[in-house]
């Protein structure tokens, strides 16, 4: 039997391709390939020695999608196809309804036809909005998102939720995962934003790498103790292996559950720009900006849940991450482009 992966070729799912296989795995890749190259995919076969298959479809073509599933084994589906940009789903709300939400419910369509109920989904802590007190705890109300993007997030939490109060046989995993950085330590997959990355991880490995002038660190007022912002970043592979404890559950236990993906530390701006030098030697210029609209002074995950039920925690940190990315950026200063 084989997993179904969507979105495959993206940066979390690629890395979760690998995990999957080295965990003995068979696993499907879709993906439209629209924030994303088919060369991430070859350096996965590269990785691991394996091979699979992966074909371009869009998730909203539902009988593509029914050929796909008609044709493999497939018995679950990690969901991470999505358009994931915040400033941007500000400015195209629509695209980003129609895209993440109508793909999804083209998705569940069909695998509800195929028979195939056991779905992971990627979903995100912005769906914990501006009003939890940190540490984020699955248990606390989700909602208050403060773009179309987190918006997407929650109002697909809501679905895959009202799917298993229909029917029981549905297996659903809704992961929240915090701030995604790193890469594979083979320094053949990393992250490949277009044009100017809006996430802090790229910024920075881009002025490392002399792409970028400086960073501009947004505020630095918070009631924080340096005045940064705090997030949870947590090493993708960390993330990708979460993946692969919930799809193992998911593959016995049906209901839908919510597992939050992060570290339980908190780390600041400064901090990561800290430990992306003390990593890699390289020194990260950087002024103090204005703070960016939206942003909240601290996230960070109550990570409890993943260890007692999936015994799913993180093994490595910020400066492995920076290790790694400096070592995908160097390798690959225009991401999968020649
Ligand atoms: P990514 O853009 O690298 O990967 C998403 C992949 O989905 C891309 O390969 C893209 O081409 C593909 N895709 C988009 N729309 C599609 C469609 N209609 N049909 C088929 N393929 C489509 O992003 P990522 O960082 O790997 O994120 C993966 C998932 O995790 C997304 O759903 C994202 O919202 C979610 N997430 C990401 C973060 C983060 O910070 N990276 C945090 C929380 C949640
Ligand atoms: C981290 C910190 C910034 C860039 C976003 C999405 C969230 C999730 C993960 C998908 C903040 C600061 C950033 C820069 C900076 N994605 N920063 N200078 O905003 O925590 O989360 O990605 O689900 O939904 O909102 O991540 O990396 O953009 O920012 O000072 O050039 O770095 O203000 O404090 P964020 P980020």
């Keep these: 039997m084989a997993v179904l992966i969507t979105g495959g070729a993206g940066y979390i799912g690629s890395h979760t391709c690998v995990e999957l296989l080295n965990a003995g795995k068979e696993i499907v ?31 909203r073509d539902g009988a593509k999608l029914r050929e796909i599933l008609a044709q493999y084994p497939i018995d679950s589906v990690i969901h991470f196809a999505g358009l994931k940009a915040v400033g941007e789903s500000c400015v195209k709300p629509l695209e980003y309804y129609d895209n993440n939400i109508g793909g999804t419910v083209t998705l569940l369509e069909a695998m509800k036809e195929a028979g195939v109920k056991t779905i992971v989904f990627s979903s995100s802590a912005t769906v914990y909005g501006e009003h939890n007190k940190v540490p984020f705890r699955e248990d606390m109300p989700a909602g208050g998102t403060t773009n179309p993007y987190g918006t997407t997030k929650y109002f697909i939490e809501i ?10 046989e549905w297996s659903v995993s809704l992961l929240r995962y915090f701030n995604p950085i790193g890469a594979h330590e083979s320094g053949k997959i990393g992250e490949a934003p277009n044009g100017i990355p809006n996430n802090l991880m790229p910024y920075i490995a881009q002025v490392a790498v002399g792409k ?11 009631d924080t103790p340096d005045g940064t912002g705090v997030r949870d970043y947590i090493h993708v592979v960390d993330l990708a292996k979460g993946h692969v404890a919930a799809v193992k559950r998911a593959e016995t236990v049906k209901g839908c559950e919510i597992y939050n993906l992060g570290t339980g ?4 701006v400064l901090e990561l720009v800290h430990a992306f030098e003390k990593a890699t030697g390289v ?3 950087y ?3 204005p703070r960016r609209p939206g942003d909240i002074a601290y996230s960070y ?30 390798n690959n200063p225009n991401g999968y482009d020649d």
């Excluded at 970028?212 to 918070?222: A, C, H, I, M």
């Excluded at 993943?306 to 995908?328: F, I, P, Q, S």
């Design 159 to 168: 679905i895959l939720k009202d799917l298993c109060a229909s029917d029981p």
């Design 287 to 289: 002024v103090i900006a």
């Design 301 to 330: 995950a109550d990570a409890s849940k993943a260890l007692a039920v999936l015994g799913w925690k993180t093994e490595k940190n910020a400066e492995d991450a920076c290790r790694d990315t400096w070592r995908w950026q160097k």
């Design 283 to 285: 020194k990260i210029p």
């Design 29 to 59: 890749v879709i993906d439209n390939f629209c924030n994303s190259s088919p060369k991430a995919c070859d350096r996965v076969k590269e990785i691991t020695g394996k091979d699979f298959p992966v074909i371009e479809c869009d998730i």
């Design 265 to 268: 530390v908190g780390v600041s």
């Design 212 to 222: 970028r002038e400086k960073l501009s660190v947004f505020g630095n007022d918070y």
